[in-house]
């Protein structure tokens, strides 16, 4: 796994009543997290951040990734995006380079009455996990107080 091409790209959103709102994040293969969030909702501004993350961390990413098994999945039978938004996942590791596209998701109810439950799942609960780990990652990198 050390020193193969990676990227992973996760990107969810809608536009509404207050514009273009969205969440998205990226690992470059430089080992760089880029985070952005864009919600117009009371006038805010976007936030974005970006760090350098260590290869151990890199390696994470992609033990999380390849053990959902999530490039095994095809999305043809997910639900299609719809003005209630969508989501996109793109991942690239090694030679292997898969990208996914579909409605957002609201529960885990959605997914059981989707036409793929299964590979669904899949996405849902890996998404969930790159979340959490970007949202740990970005908190911790730019905590205001440090931990004693």
């Given at each position: 796994m050390a020193g193969?091409?990676?990227?992973?790209?996760?990107?969810?959103?809608?536009?509404g009543k207050f514009g273009h709102e969205f969440m998205e994040f990226e690992f470059n293969?430089?080992?760089r997290l880029r985070y952005a969030n864009n919600s117009n909702y009371k006038n805010a501004v976007i936030i974005r951040k970006e760090v350098t993350i260590s290869p151990a961390v890199v390696e994470e990413v992609k033990r999380?990734?390849?053990?959902?098994?999530?490039?095994k999945e095809d999305?043809?039978?997910w639900p299609e995006p719809d003005r209630v938004g969508r989501q996109e996942l793109e991942i690239k590791i090694g030679r292997e380079?898969?990208?996914f596209n579909c409605a957002k998701?609201?529960?885990?109810?959605?997914?059981?009455?989707?036409?793929?439950?299964?590979?669904l799942r899949i996405f849902y609960y890996l998404v969930?996990?790159?979340?959490?780990?970007?949202?740990?990652?970005?908190?911790?990198?730019?905590?205001i107080k440090p931990i004693p």
């Open positions: 193969e091409d990676f990227y992973c790209r996760y990107y969810t959103g809608h536009k293969p430089g080992g999380i990734i390849e053990e959902s098994e999530i490039t999305d043809n039978k380079h898969i990208s998701i609201g529960s885990l109810l959605e997914v059981q009455d989707s036409a793929d439950p299964d590979g969930q996990d790159l979340k959490c780990f970007v949202f740990s990652l970005i908190g911790l990198h730019f905590k």
